[in-house]
């Protein structure tokens, strides 16, 4: 298989994400439904923090095994940063959003109607989280089409092609946990968002593939995966307090059960590839 081929299946493995996105178009949720949505994408994303973490610690391991001791401490150096700079660095650009939003809504007063109106447009909480989400999923994608296109240029290519079906499936899950903080917040995100949202969840797995055919380097595996373990569980933070601000402690712990058996059940494929 040509690997013109190969970056083809990894663009249709990252944008089965679209499959999921268009439920952020439900009209007026109802609250139960809202909440429900919501649960399910913290069950998903819980299951992909694990996921990613068990990914990025694996050639750890490995070097843990062989006692290849600066294998281990580039490889746990790499993951910390990723983890610090995907989690910490999340927290810290929320603070900064959220002060603007302050100096912004002290702008606003007699007279100062035209500098709150030319002030560029911020985006509502449920909003930064969905992008958030996109984010850190693009990310984890990322190293996903690294693992695709690492099996084509080892000419493993029936891994290749498990890799792409079982990230194809799972990627079509992602973009329900996208979305599911508007839906939970009733916002309705035009056709374009969704459009922008799919482009930075799924297109890294494209982009992943093709650098992995030609690229094969743990370090730089382990980093993308750092990353999006701790923007994921970032944003899993935030989801649970919208969860327990809803108070529906017996709906929301079903869901987020079903979400973390989606995850596997998504991912079983993957598993069964060795991967």
């Not at 009733?186 to 968002?193: A, C, K, N, Y």
């Not at 055919?213 to 919208?242: C, K, M, P, R, W």
């Amino acid at each position: 298989m040509s690997s013109g081929n190969i970056a083809l299946l990894g663009a249709i493995a990252g944008f089965t994400i679209y499959l999921g996105l268009p439920l952020g178009r439900l009209r007026t949720p109802t609250p139960r439904l809202r909440a429900g949505l919501n649960a399910v994408a913290i069950g998903i994303l819980i299951f992909l923090v694990w996921d990613v973490l068990t990914h990025a610690w694996e050639p750890i391991d490995g070097a843990l095994g062989e006692h290849a001791w600066g294998t281990v401490a580039s490889g746990g150096f790499t993951l910390a940063a990723g983890l610090t700079i995907g989690l910490a660095g999340l927290v810290h650009y929320d603070g900064w959003i959220a002060r603007r939003r302050e100096a912004a809504a002290r702008t606003t007063g007699p007279g100062a109607a035209t500098t709150a109106e030319l002030a560029p447009k911020t985006r509502s909480q449920a909003g930064s989280l969905a992008l958030m989400i996109a984010t850190g999923i693009g990310l984890h994608n990322f190293a996903e089409g690294l693992a695709i296109g690492n099996s084509a240029a080892q000419g493993e290519l029936s891994l290749a092609l498990l890799l792409i079906v079982g990230f194809g499936l799972h990627n079509a899950t992602e973009g329900f946990g996208i979305v599911a903080p508007l839906a939970a917040e009733g916002e309705r995100p035009s056709w374009l968002t969704l459009l922008w949202l799919g482009l930075i969840g799924g297109g890294p797995t494209f982009l992943g593939t093709l650098v992995g055919q030609h690229l094969v380097n743990d370090t730089l595996s382990i980093a993308f995966l750092g990353l999006a373990a701790g923007s994921i569980l970032y944003v899993v933070i935030e989801l649970l307090a919208v969860a327990r601000k809803a108070g529906l402690k017996t709906l929301t712990t079903w869901c987020i059960l079903l979400g973390l058996l989606l995850g596997f059940v998504t991912d079983a494929v993957v598993t069964a590839a060795g991967a």
